[in-house]
T-cell receptor
Framework: NAGVMQNPRHLVRRRGQEARLRCSPM?????VYWYRQLPEEGLKFMVY????????ESGMPKERFSAEFPKEGPSILRIQQVVRGDSAAYFC???????????????????FGEGSRLTVL | AQSVTQPDIHITVSEGASLELRCNYS??????LFWYVQSPGQGLQLLLK??????LVQGIKGFEAEFKRSQSSFNLRKPSVHWSDAAEYFC????????????FGDGTTLTVKP
């Protein structure tokens, strides 16, 4: 798990500011997933990216949230004009391929980072 | 739509006692099922996963889980709990085509008494 690097580990923002969370996947992994964990809840899927492509953003709020995974550099989850309800732990996970029960991805699994904890004052 | 229910929010067991954490899922076809463990302030670590084959799955740290299609359950078990097993446990279900996009239960917190 230490292979997926997230920073910052803790981030404090005031309402209206921007938050940028970074995720460097494990070496050789080209698939990145972002999840959000609200207090006392499980993880909720937000977005799935491959290099330079957003594959599935069905879990992303329609406004203020965006994600990217450029050809070079880490994946970034960006939250504009943060509100108190954005306070949560944001986890990134990576995989070398689609985690699929069929075909080549049959044995795939997700490797999670240690999360970035955002607090909005 | 897929969903996961972990009926027990908090479980306390004595060290050395057996453990069973419950997980019920809802999914239209055969799902890809996972159990993860999360220690405080840490990320999630995969304990075991199931897609097909033997319905009793062995994982790391002495854990196992049994898939019961008729009950839509995937309960996690360990015969003898160690103090280091205290953590939060999450059951998750994923579509076979992209199980990375998983639906997680709300978790069960395990406390181990000495």
């Amino acid at each position: 798990n230490a292979g997926v690097m997230q920073n910052p580990r803790h981030l404090v923002r005031r309402r209206g500011q921007e938050a940028r969370l970074r995720c460097s996947p494990m070496k050789g992994h080209s698939h990145v997933y972002w999840y959000r964990q609200l207090p006392e809840e499980g993880l909720k899927f937000m977005v799935y990216l491959q290099k330079e492509n957003i594959i599935d953003e069905s879990g992303m709020p329609k406004e203020r949230f965006s994600a990217e995974f450029p050809k070079e550099g880490p994946s970034i989850l960006r939250i504009q004009q943060v509100v108190r309800g954005d306070s949560a732990a944001y986890f990134c996970a990576s995989s070398p391929r689609v985690v699929s029960a069929s075909g080549r991805g049959r044995s795939g699994e997700l490797f999670f980072g240690e999360g970035s904890r955002l607090t909005v004052l | 739509a897929q969903s996961v229910t972990q009926p027990d929010i908090h479980i306390t067991v004595s060290e050395g006692a057996s453990l069973e954490l419950r997980c019920n899922y809802s999914y239209g076809a055969t799902p890809y099922l996972f159990w993860y463990v999360q220690s405080p302030g840490q990320g999630l670590q995969l304990l075991l996963k199931y897609f097909s084959g033997d319905t009793l799955v062995q994982g790391i740290k002495g854990f196992e889980a049994e898939f019961k299609r008729s009950q839509s359950s995937f309960n996690l078990r360990k015969p003898s709990v160690h103090w280091s097993d205290a953590a939060e446990y999450f059951c998750a279900v994923g579509a076979p085509t992209n199980a990375g996009k998983s639906t997680f239960g709300d978790g069960t917190t395990l406390t181990v008494k000495p």
